[in-house]
Every structure is written in C-alpha cells, then in structure tokens.
C-alpha cells in the first residue's frame, strides 16, 4: 500500500501570493491582440508579412550571396572560394555585412510589395479600361490559365516597382558587395606591396594569412562620398536599374502565373502551400537565369569602382551567352531558390493569419 505522505497538510499556495508561474505562462501563450492592433495588421499586411519573411529569408541564404560575389569578381569554384575565404578570413566571412542587406532587403522587399500591390491594381482598372477585362479577375478564377492580359498586367506592375525602388536599394548593395569582396581585395593589395617590395630589394615576401580589415558598410559609405560625393553611393545605378526593372517584372510575372497554373487552374486554393513553395522557388530561378549577364556586369563595374578608391572605369558590356558572364550562376539559382521559397512560404502564410483575425 502507498504511504500518504501529504499529511493532511494543505499545499495549495496561499492566497494573495500571486499567480503561478504555470498560470503566467498561459496568459503568454494566449495572448491576444486589441481591436485596434487587428485592424492595424489587416490594413498593412503585405508590409508586415513581407518584412518578417525578408529577415527570415536573407539571413538564411547569405553565405550563398557571398560565394556568388566572390566567383562573379574573382572566378574559381563555388568549393574554392569557399575554402579560400574560410582559411585565411573564418566563418565570419560569410556573414560580413550581413546587417545592411537584412535591414535593407526588409525596407526594400517591404516598399516593393507594398508599391507592386498598388501598381497591380492601378494597371489592372487601366487594362479594363482599354479592353473591357480585368486581368486580376481572370487570374483568381477557378480552371483559368495565364493569358497576354495578366502577364501584362503582373509584368507591367512588377516592372514599375523594381524601377522605384533602385533608387533605395543601390547604396546599400554597394557597400554589401564591398563587404564581401573586402578580404580578397585587402590580400591582392598586400600581395601587390610585397612584389613591389621584393623586386625592390630583392628579398622575398612573406604573405599574411591574418586578413587585416577597414570596413563596414558606414566606413564604405563615407569613403565614397568623400571620394565622389553623394554620386558615389550610386555607383553602378544604370546597370542596377536595368537589372531591377527586368528582373522583378520576369520574378512576379512568374511567380504569380505559376501559382495561378498550379493552384487556381486546378481549382484548388491560390495560397495552396505546394504551389506556393514551387512558383517562389521558380520566380526566383527564372528571373536570375534571365539577367544575370546584367548582374555579373554590374558587379564587376562596382568593382573596379571600389577598388583601389578609383574615380573612373570603364562599364563592361553585357554579354549573353558567354560563359564568363554566367559565373556563379548555379550558387545565386540556388540562392535564389531557396530564398523565394522562404520567403513566400511565410509572405502567404502571415497573410492569412492576419487575414483570419477577427475583431472582438
């Protein structure tokens, strides 16, 4: 027989000593939201979605975006670069200059959204002014399929917001590329100086595998403006607008006919997590296929920019192609692959949670 050992003692805790620690944590778990804060999301829930869904996705994939930057500006092997940077600078290498993309893919993905949802709608009333159909509505019907109308209304609308929103993103993508190509550039300078030292006085140099750097994204903005002025930080902005208004009219231009062939057309429902995941990770291989020769020139102009505090360079012409221009091709596919299909697993994921809120 059990042994009672409660002794007829009670172990309730007294009153007025509080709530328990378990009690605590249910209210936690609970807690609900004020019908002012539901409103409030539901009104900007493409901006809340999305910026929570960019810090998820960037900081997942940006050790790929550094091995991309490198194999584009200096060649080699998705295996050497990795190696060659983790050797002789560490692991932090692949996350430096991780702070200005999350805070700026999250500003820009978050802008961008928000200006492609108005533009979306703004050519969607004038291609129904013009021709009578709504493209919006044939894309949200069931058993239907892309047609010239949507493809123009999404092409169209993506086109207008990738235009907008260089003139944000481009500062901040020049100093993360000068990040990420700081090391190799700061060990080519110290092998240039130790040549030109042993030429000199015929001794041998002694390479330094301990990468000394300057650095930092507002170190980099202040060089440049210094250097150049405020024209400096927008290094590259032809080739970056070029880059942006074709490549985001092909991303949601495939990515919402993909979700479209996948999801409505089988009559299943748009935010279907399969087709979800397939058109983000598709949006994102299809339109870096397409413009990478432009981002490979891009880079290589800011660069030569970057380097060595040059004032002038020559900009490279875009070559299709050819096998130099689609150098890293294969990490930014899988970059961008896994970066959509993040990101747009939770975009739809947070927009029908806040869409599922009700008011009290």
């Known amino acids: 027989m059990s042994e009672d050992r409660s002794d007829g003692r009670n172990t ?23 019908s002012d804060m539901k409103r409030f999301a539901r009104k900007y829930r493409t901006e809340i979605s999305a910026s929570t869904s960019s810090v998820m996705s960037t900081f997942a994939a940006y050790p790929l975006d550094f091995a991309k930057s490198r194999m584009q500006s200096y060649g080699g092997t998705f295996s050497h670069v990795v190696m060659d940077a983790y050797k002789t600078e560490g692991l932090r290498a692949f996350w430096r200059g991780v702070t200005p993309p999350i805070i700026s893919v999250t500003v820009v993905r978050t802008i961008s959204f928000s200006l492609y949802q108005r533009a ?10 013009m021709t009578g159909k709504s493209p919006l509505e044939m894309a949200n019907a069931r058993h239907s399929y892309p047609n010239i109308y949507t493809l123009a209304c999404f092409g169209t609308a993506g086109a207008m917001a990738g235009a907008v929103i260089t003139t944000l993103s481009c500062p901040f993508e020049l100093t993360k590329l000068n990040e990420q190509l700081a ?15 042993s030429k000199t006085l015929g ?63 089988r009559g299943k429902e748009p935010t279907s997590p399969y087709a979800v995941v397939i058109a983000g990770g598709l949006c994102g291989i299809v339109s870096w296929a397409c413009i990478y020769p432009i981002d490979v020139a891009k880079t290589m102009y800011q660069k030569a920019l970057l380097s060595n505090n040059a004032k002038n360079a020559v900009r490279p012409k875009i070559k299709f192609f050819e096998f130099t221009s689609y150098r890293g091709l294969g990490v930014s596919v899988v970059r961008s692959c896994l970066i959509n299909m993040i ?3 939770n975009f739809e994921f947070m927009k029908k949670r806040i869409n599922a809120l009700e008011d009290d």
Not at 12 to 34: A, T, V
Not at 183 to 197: F, I, P
């Open 12 to 34: 309730s805790p007294p009153s007025g000593s509080g709530p328990r620690k378990g009690s605590r944590l249910n209210d936690i778990y609970h807690f609900e939201l004020s």
């Open 183 to 197: 090391g190799k550039m700061h060990r080519e300078a110290l092998s240039a100086a130790q040549a030109a030292k």
């Open 120 to 129: 979306k709608y703004s050519c969607d009333r004038t291609i129904k002014s």
């Open 203 to 265: 001794q041998p140099g002694t390479p330094n595998s301990q990468v000394d750097l300057k650095s930092g994204s507002m170190y980099t903005a202040k060089r440049l403006t210094r250097d150049r002025g405020i024209a400096g930080l927008y290094s590259g902005y032809r080739l970056h607008l070029l880059r942006d208004t074709v490549g985001t009219a092909i991303y949601f231009m495939t990515y919402e006919s993909a979700k479209q062939i996948l999801a409505n057309a």
């Open 343 to 345: 990101f747009f697993s």
